[in-house]
């Protein structure tokens, strides 16, 4: 683990916007039960897109998703090896 400063441009809850050091443009932060809670959205988006049968709309659903999933198991990689719980009830199917 590091501790660098960022510049924290807004810092309410569930919606930081902040510059990471080295960085030209600042990022949105989003908290790990809200990125679980994105993860979710979008697979029942995929599984909607799906049952469409709109070809491109599944493609859209399912790039979304896995960009989401790879964030998701990537923070919770970070966690685990920190020592850190997770802070939400991860279900049997993830």
């Known amino acids: 683990m590091e501790t660098k400063p960022v510049e924290i441009y807004a810092d309410a809850s569930n919606h930081v916007v902040m510059r990471h050091p080295g960085r030209k443009f600042p990022g949105s932060l989003i ?53 850190i719980s997770l802070p939400y009830v991860k279900p049997d199917d993830t």
């Open 31 to 83: 908290q790990g039960d809200s990125l679980f809670i994105l993860v979710s959205e979008a697979r029942a988006i995929l599984e909607r897109a799906k049952k469409s049968k709109d070809r491109e709309l599944m493609v859209h659903a399912k790039e979304l998703k896995e960009s989401l999933e790879s964030r998701l198991v990537h923070y919770e990689a970070v966690l685990a090896e920190h020592g």
